[in-house]
């Protein structure tokens, strides 16, 4: 019952900078961790960052000093912009949220993903 879009990949070339954006929405009470993860062909599903409704940010060593994570609470969206890419940043990116819907008088807890955003860097 919560959906995420997420915006903003594209093809850039090695040392270029993409912003990713991710929407979320429908019956949402309140939202808690929001982040993205990536997958790139043939390889596992990896963390990328976390921000926290505080705002509080972890990221993976490997997006450590170039990738930001940030939210707008107002808005349910989470972005992430990414700095000096390299080529093994190629992958689908996907954010995710979790926290608590409206469903009458209860607020039961959720966890979605969005459909990912491809995102290449190559020269």
């Known amino acids: 019952q919560v959906q995420l879009v997420e915006s903003g990949g594209g093809s850039v070339q090695p040392g270029g900078s993409l912003r990713l954006s991710c929407a979320a929405s429908?019956?949402?009470?309140?939202?808690?961790?929001m982040g993205w993860y990536r997958q790139a062909p043939g390889k596992r599903r990896e963390w990328v960052a976390t921000?926290?409704?505080?705002?509080?940010?972890n990221y993976a060593d490997s997006v450590k000093g170039r990738s930001t994570i940030s939210r707008d609470n107002a808005k349910n969206m989470v972005y992430l912009q990414m700095d000096s890419l390299k080529p093994e940043d190629t992958a689908v990116y996907s954010c995710?949220?979790?926290?608590?819907?409206?469903?009458?008088?209860?607020?039961?807890?959720?966890?979605?993903w969005g459909q990912g955003t491809q995102v290449t860097v190559s020269s």
């Open positions: 429908g019956s949402i009470f309140s939202i808690d961790d």
């Open positions: 921000i926290t409704s505080a705002g509080s940010t």
């Open positions: 995710y949220a979790d926290g608590f819907i409206i469903r009458g008088r209860d607020r039961p807890y959720f966890n979605s």
